[in-house]
Structures are given as structure tokens and as C-alpha cells.
């Protein structure tokens, strides 16, 4: 085989080298990438279409306990709402047997669809019925939020203890019933 024979053929094999490569990089790679694309687009929008499913299929269930959350934020009544709360601390107290020493309120107003009321009691007792109203706090239908809780001790003997608890209650706006 003559030499020029072998690199005509040696030349032919790299231009169909390169040329192979370079379709590679110039079409197989985009449309792979495409199709990859294009499947996970589709598996997010199947998923969309499951979770809205379940949603639908699960409509009553949130909507009556959106309604319940809704009919038990406090009323729009500023005066009323504090009475709310402060009812509710005379119930856990007597329920419990701790003692409350102060109450400290304060409105917020955050935005236009709800304004939040936070109150602050220190509680004095014992390890029982502080922990009992802890538990009156959280199980109360008011839509109260225990925002923070500071354990101290005011004996030696650790025997009786004080409590700093931070409520929140939500009053919604008439927009946002």
C-alpha cells in the first residue's frame, strides 16, 4: 500500500474523528440535555398535579379546620380580646394552681390583615402546677401562641419556681376573615 494511499486514509479517519465529535458536541449534547430538561420539567409538573390532588381530595378537611383556627383568634374588640385573655389566664391559673404575680400587655399592629396581642406573665408554683399551666396554655382553643418560657427558682430549696411566659394571640382583620 503506497504511503500516500494509507494517509488518505489516515486523514479521512480523522475528519470523520473530529467530525464525529463535533456532532457530538454540536447536537447529541444539547438534545440530551434537552430531553433531561424536558423529563424533569414533566416529573415536577406530575408532581404539581399529585400534590394538587391530595389537596382536592383534602379540601373539606383544611377548609373546616381553617375555619375553626379562624373562629378561635380573638375578636376585632380590642377591650373584648383582652377580656378573652383574661379569662383564659383566670381558667389555667385556677386549673392549674399557680399563682400569676404580673401581666403585662401589649398590641402590635403588623400589617392590615392581622394585629397580634403579647402578654407577658411571670407565674409562681411548683414544678406541678407550673407544668399543668403550661398545658392549659397550649391546649386553650384561643388562637394564643407560647412564644417563649424562662424556668427560675425562688427558694433554696427549689421547691417553688417562677415562670416568664410570652403569649401571642391573633385577632384577624375583618379582610382577612
Known amino acids: 500500500m503506497p504511503i500516500k494511499d494509507r ?3 489516515l486523514v479521512i479517519a480523522t475528519l470523520v474523528v473530529v467530525g464525529l465529535f463535533v456532532a457530538n458536541l454540536v447536537i447529541l449534547t444539547p438534545l440530551q440535555n434537552a430531553w433531561k430538561a424536558r423529563s424533569d420539567r414533566i416529573a415536577a ?82 414544678m406541678n402546677s407550673l407544668t399543668r399551666f403550661l398545658y392549659y396554655i397550649e391546649k386553650d382553643p384561643l388562637a394564643l401562641k407560647l412564644e417563649s418560657v424562662e424556668l427560675g427558682v425562688k427558694d433554696k430549696e427549689g421547691q417553688l419556681l417562677t415562670l416568664g411566659v410570652q403569649i401571642n394571640g391573633l385577632v384577624l382583620t375583618a379582610k382577612a376573615k
Open 45 to 126: 409538573l406530575r408532581k404539581q398535579i399529585s400534590d394538587g390532588k391530595l389537596l382536592l381530595q383534602r379540601q373539606q378537611g383544611i377548609r373546616s379546620h381553617w375555619a375553626e383556627m379562624r373562629d378561635n383568634t380573638l375578636t376585632n374588640n380590642t377591650s373584648a380580646a383582652e377580656q378573652q385573655v383574661f379569662n383564659a389566664i383566670n381558667r389555667w391559673t385556677q386549673d392549674s394552681g399557680a399563682t400569676v404575680s404580673s401581666i403585662t400587655p401589649q398590641w402590635k399592629h403588623d400589617t392590615d390583615d392581622y394585629i397580634t396581642y403579647e402578654c407577658r406573665l411571670d407565674v409562681a408554683g411548683d
Open 7 to 9: 494517509e488518505k486514509k
